[in-house]
């Protein structure tokens, strides 16, 4: 079995401790407010279906882009440090004990630190308006950071030179969320692990937009809007909906500092009243979920 496949399926387990069962993606609030009605039919406006196609949208044009971007921005720089290895197997030296130029690290280093520090403060300013969402992105993030740190940073396959350099990285990444340098947004940090653990840009797009459907089901179960049976079901038909969403969107990148996206166009919230809903949440009366 590939080493990619296996960590597909551990990052794709619903036990994976990042804090993803607290979030309900809005619903709750949507629910209380009577967006959603638990009788409505599928095609009613005010439907369960309705709901999720219109997040997973959202999803797909707002949060992907920034997980795209910070995947492509992570595997281009630690290339670098990639070819100094291959450069030095070929002149017979193994592989497994080469380091990397300490020069170099640094400067990869620096560089990819850099750059998700932009997106990250970007992704801060476009969810500023709305402090549930983004004290649930952070949480997330912060979540999966620290799995990584302790967990996925010393296992065998991270130790060579492209792994040491994305576990100091990480470390370096954690710090500056706790110093709150950054925010360690859940988009940016979920881009820049599957990077780092070597996934690909197509299987780290879908496994995003994978988790987030799932996200909703399981709260969806949780809020007795549908039963386990049935969210099964709707699970299966949602393939359909989330494969043409990668298929229209997954070649979007935020640029934000891209002049020829001076609208913002790369990345756009496409809910609004989804949004409002969300931002009610911590005014709810009794609730279960954090946001």
Not at 16 to 33: D, I
Not at 35 to 56: H, K, Q, Y
Not at 90 to 97: F, K, L, Y
Not at 127 to 151: P, W
Request: hydrophobic share 45%.
């Amino acid at each position: 079995m590939e080493r990619e496949t296996w960590l597909l399926w551990l990052l794709a387990d619903s036990q994976l401790p990042t804090g993803g069962f607290v979030a309900s993606a809005g619903l709750e609030a949507a629910m209380q407010a009577r967006l959603i009605r638990e009788n409505a039919s599928e095609t009613d406006s005010d439907s369960f279906i309705g709901f999720i196609r219109g997040s997973t949208y959202n999803q797909a044009r707002f949060a992907l882009p920034f997980c795209s971007r910070a995947h492509e921005e992570t595997m281009h720089l630690i290339s670098r440090v990639q070819s100094d290895v291959k450069d030095s197997a070929t002149e017979g030296v193994d592989t497994d004990a080469v380091k990397a130029d300490e020069d170099t690290t640094d400067s990869v280093a620096t560089d990819v630190i850099d750059i998700l520090q932009r997106i990250d403060d970007y992704h801060q300013t476009m969810l500023s308006s709305n402090s549930v969402a983004m004290r649930a992105s952070t949480a997330q993030g912060g979540g999966l950071l620290t799995l990584f740190n302790r967990g996925y940073a010393h296992a065998r396959f991270m130790d060579h030179a492209r792994g040491q350099l994305c576990v100091a990285i990480a470390k370096r990444l954690q710090r500056l969320a706790r110093l709150g340098e950054m925010r360690a947004h859940w988009p940016v940090i979920f881009g820049f692990v599957c990077a780092a653990v070597g996934i690909s840009i197509e299987h780290t797009q879908q496994l995003f937009m994978f988790q987030f459907v799932r996200q909703i089901f399981s709260a969806a179960i949780r809020l007795n809007l549908v039963g386990p049976l049935r969210a099964q079901a709707l699970q299966c038909d949602m393939q359909l909906a989330a494969s043409d969403l990668l298929e229209q969107h997954a070649r979007l990148r935020v640029a934000f500092d891209s002049p020829e996206d001076v609208f913002g166009e790369s990345a756009v919230y496409t809910e609004p009243v989804l949004e409002l809903y969300q931002g009610m949440h911590d005014r709810l009366y009794s609730r279960i979920f954090n946001s």
